[in-house]
Structures are given as structure tokens and as C-alpha cells.
């Protein structure tokens, strides 16, 4: 009787196994876990770095040390700017043209930003993001402006918002920073009012004009501003502008005597084809366009020879139940 009991006893304890052990189970099965045919591509950037927040975009100007900023319209962009340290990543409205194929930035939808956001936010783990507010969005009242900011913050899931214009939008820009949503401000050259400024032309080319865009930047930095865009504006315009202001330029076309700067990731990783028009301040740093077209071109070639797929490329089965298989579809 006591054997018995002794054996039941032995097969209902287990060893109780340390919880080192069960998280290590759990982190193996995790890495083991088979994917579909399109596995998530992960978005947690390699370096573990701190998210940057406003408390460190203030620090590095305090520092000096230049701010960068770069455009994203979708999870994969977003994913590579922050695993590359941007500072900011804006989901900028040239999305418009660069993404969906639209003539210019007036055509997007409010909407579609707010998705476009919600999908850089996604990717963009510790980087600063901001959504822009498209045209027709803000412009009739600080209301409306403010009730457009809190869908891109509440929807979009980024953490502040961009809009363009001086003096003129300043009472819109404290409505909304008043409500507690970062703002950044965009003069000189604001491609939503081209056709106001006769398409885009650079700005400040003359002392009005220059004085002009200075008041701007005064009036925004004093409405609560965080920091602001310059774009298309002479280099010793922005930096006499930075250096009057107690926050952060971020230049695109003006100079490197700006805080930081911003460029389109399509722009300046060289992903489009020959023969696009591409502004005199862009610095193309890759060739996205050329290595692709090289890549496709090839799978082409080797789908159309059979070269791929290769034996590596394919899934096994035992020749025993293949021979069955064979002799099955012989039999039907």
C-alpha cells in the first residue's frame, strides 16, 4: 500500500523548474515561432537609444548639436529613419506627391495623413514624431486648426503636429499649444501657398522680405512653437533668424546655420527614376531607384530562364511519400 502510495505521490510532484528557466522557455519559442510568407518586419531600433522627447530636442540646442530630421510616409520609412538616430521624424505632407502620386501637397486629405501618421508611428519607437496638418485642415478658424491637431495626436499617434504660416496663423498655433500638443512651425517658403507665392520661389531675397520672415518667426516662436521650419530662404537670412531665436530652426534650402535640418527620404536616399526634377538643396546619398531596378531586373531574368527557384528555394518531401503521391495521381 505504501508502495503504491509512494508511486502515485512520485508521478503527481514535478520538480518545480526556476523562473529563469520558464522566460528563457518562452524567449526560445518566441524566436522559434515560424512567420507567414510575409513575417512583421519589427520595429524596436538595435541600439535601444532613449526616445527623444522635447525636454531633448531643447538640450541638443542648448548644445549645438545639430537636430535631424527626416520625412516618412509608411512603416518601412519610418522604421529605417528611427534605427538610423533621426532626431524627428515628420510624416511630412510631400507624401502627396511621393507616396500617392498626387501633383501637390493641396490634394491630400486630412484623413489620409492620419493614416499615413498612424503607420510611421508604428515604426518610429524612439524618435520624436510629428504629423503634418494638410491644407484645408487649419486655415478657417483656431478651432478647427485644434480639433484637426487632436485627431492627428489622437489617431495618428504621432506626438506633435507641423503647419505652415507666420504672423498670420500665430493666434491658431497658441490655440493649439495651449492644448497641450506640440506644435512645429513651418515659414519662408510654404509649398501649401505656392500659388500665393507664384510657385516655389525662394524667399527673403531681398531686406523686406528678410524682415518679413523674421516677424514671422518672432510671432510663432511667441505663440509656443517648439521649433520651426525655414525652407528656401538665403543661408545668411536663416542664420541670423536662428540666431535671434530662443528655439530651434530646422533647415530645408537655408544653410547649415540652422539648428538642424530636414530632407524627403525619397529625395535623398535616390528613390526615383532619372530625369525627376530634384530642388538645388538636396544632397541625393543613396541610389534606392538603381539597386532596385538592378534586383528586379534580375528576378525577372531568372523567373524567365528557371533559374529561381532554386533547390534551396523549395520545401522537401520524403521520396517514399512522394512515390505514393506519383502512383496516386497515375491511378486518378
Same mark, same amino acid.
Given at each position: 500500500?505504501?508502495?503504491?502510495?509512494?508511486?502515485?505521490?512520485?508521478?503527481?510532484?514535478?520538480?518545480?523548474?526556476?523562473?529563469?528557466?520558464?522566460?528563457?522557455?518562452?524567449?526560445?519559442?518566441?524566436?522559434?515561432?515560424?512567420?507567414?510568407?510575409?513575417?512583421?518586419?519589427?520595429?524596436?531600433?538595435?541600439?535601444?537609444?532613449?526616445?527623444?522627447?522635447?525636454?531633448?530636442?531643447?538640450?541638443? %540646442?542648448?548644445?549645438?548639436?545639430?537636430?535631424?530630421?527626416?520625412?516618412?510616409?509608411?512603416?518601412?520609412?519610418?522604421?529605417?529613419?528611427?534605427?538610423?538616430?533621426?532626431?524627428?521624424?515628420?510624416?511630412?505632407?510631400?507624401?502627396?506627391?511621393?507616396?500617392?502620386?498626387?501633383?501637390?501637397?493641396?490634394?491630400?486629405?486630412?484623413?489620409?495623413?492620419?493614416?499615413?501618421?498612424?503607420?510611421?508611428?508604428?515604426?518610429?519607437?524612439?524618435?520624436?514624431?510629428?504629423?503634418?496638418?494638410?491644407?484645408?485642415?487649419?486655415? @478657417?478658424?483656431?478651432?478647427?486648426?485644434?480639433?484637426?491637431? @487632436?485627431?492627428?495626436?489622437?489617431?495618428?499617434?504621432?506626438?506633435?503636429?507641423?503647419?505652415?504660416?507666420?504672423?498670420?496663423?500665430?493666434?491658431?498655433?497658441?490655440? @493649439?499649444?495651449?492644448?497641450?500638443?506640440?506644435?512645429?512651425? %513651418?515659414i519662408g517658403l510654404t509649398?501649401?501657398?505656392?500659388?500665393?507665392?507664384?510657385?516655389?520661389?525662394?524667399?527673403?531675397?531681398?531686406?523686406?522680405?528678410?524682415?518679413?520672415?523674421?516677424?514671422?518667426?518672432?510671432?510663432?516662436?511667441?505663440?509656443?512653437?517648439?521649433?520651426?521650419? @525655414?525652407?528656401?530662404?538665403?543661408?545668411?537670412?536663416?542664420?541670423?533668424?536662428?540666431?535671434?531665436?530662443?528655439?530651434?530652426?530646422?533647415?530645408?534650402?537655408?544653410?547649415?546655420?540652422?539648428?538642424?535640418?530636414?530632407?524627403?527620404?525619397?529625395?535623398?536616399?535616390?528613390n526615383f527614376p532619372p530625369?525627376?526634377?530634384?530642388?538645388?538643396?538636396?544632397?541625393?546619398?543613396?541610389?534606392?531607384?538603381?539597386?532596385?531596378?538592378?534586383?528586379?531586373?534580375?528576378?525577372?531574368?531568372?523567373?524567365?530562364?528557371?533559374?529561381?527557384?532554386?533547390?534551396?528555394?523549395?520545401?522537401?518531401?520524403?521520396?517514399?511519400?512522394?512515390?505514393?503521391?506519383?502512383?496516386?495521381v497515375k491511378d486518378l
Open positions: 500500500m505504501r508502495s503504491c502510495a509512494s508511486s502515485l505521490l512520485s508521478r503527481s510532484i514535478r520538480p518545480v523548474r526556476p523562473a529563469w528557466t520558464l522566460g528563457a522557455t518562452r524567449a526560445l519559442a518566441v524566436a522559434q515561432a515560424r512567420h507567414s510568407s510575409h513575417s512583421p518586419m519589427g520595429s524596436t531600433p538595435t541600439n535601444q537609444r532613449k526616445k527623444v522627447t522635447l525636454g531633448t530636442l531643447r538640450s541638443l %540646442h542648448r548644445k549645438r548639436e545639430p537636430i535631424t530630421v527626416m520625412t516618412a510616409h509608411d512603416f518601412p520609412s519610418g522604421h529605417v529613419a528611427d534605427h538610423a538616430g533621426m532626431d524627428i521624424v515628420l510624416v511630412g505632407d510631400s507624401l502627396a506627391m511621393v507616396a500617392l502620386g498626387m501633383e501637390d501637397t493641396s490634394e491630400i486629405l486630412l484623413e489620409e495623413m492620419i493614416l499615413h501618421c498612424r503607420s510611421v508611428a508604428r515604426a518610429s519607437k524612439t524618435a520624436f514624431t510629428v504629423g503634418d496638418l494638410p491644407m484645408g485642415s487649419y486655415e @478657417i478658424s483656431p478651432e478647427q486648426a485644434l480639433g484637426s491637431a @487632436i485627431r492627428v495626436i489622437k489617431e495618428g499617434r504621432v506626438q506633435g503636429i507641423k503647419l505652415e504660416g507666420g504672423k498670420e496663423m500665430a493666434s491658431t498655433i497658441r490655440k @493649439i499649444t495651449t492644448a497641450g500638443i506640440p506644435v512645429l512651425g %513651418h509649398p501649401q501657398r505656392q500659388n500665393a507665392l507664384g510657385g516655389f520661389r525662394v524667399q527673403g531675397k531681398t531686406s523686406s522680405g528678410a524682415l518679413s520672415i523674421l516677424e514671422d518667426a518672432l510671432a510663432i516662436q511667441e505663440a509656443g512653437c517648439f521649433a520651426m521650419v @525655414i525652407e528656401a530662404v538665403p543661408a545668411e537670412v536663416a542664420a541670423l533668424i536662428t540666431e535671434k531665436l530662443s528655439i530651434p530652426t530646422i533647415g530645408i534650402g537655408a544653410g547649415n546655420g540652422c539648428s538642424g535640418q530636414v530632407l524627403v527620404q525619397i529625395d535623398m536616399t535616390g530625369g525627376r526634377f530634384i530642388p538645388k538643396f538636396v544632397k541625393k546619398y543613396g541610389d534606392v531607384w538603381g539597386e532596385s531596378m538592378r534586383a528586379i531586373e534580375t528576378y525577372r531574368d531568372e523567373v524567365k530562364s528557371r533559374q529561381y527557384p532554386a533547390p534551396e528555394h523549395t520545401y522537401p518531401i520524403s521520396s517514399e511519400e512522394l512515390e505514393t503521391f506519383t502512383k496516386a
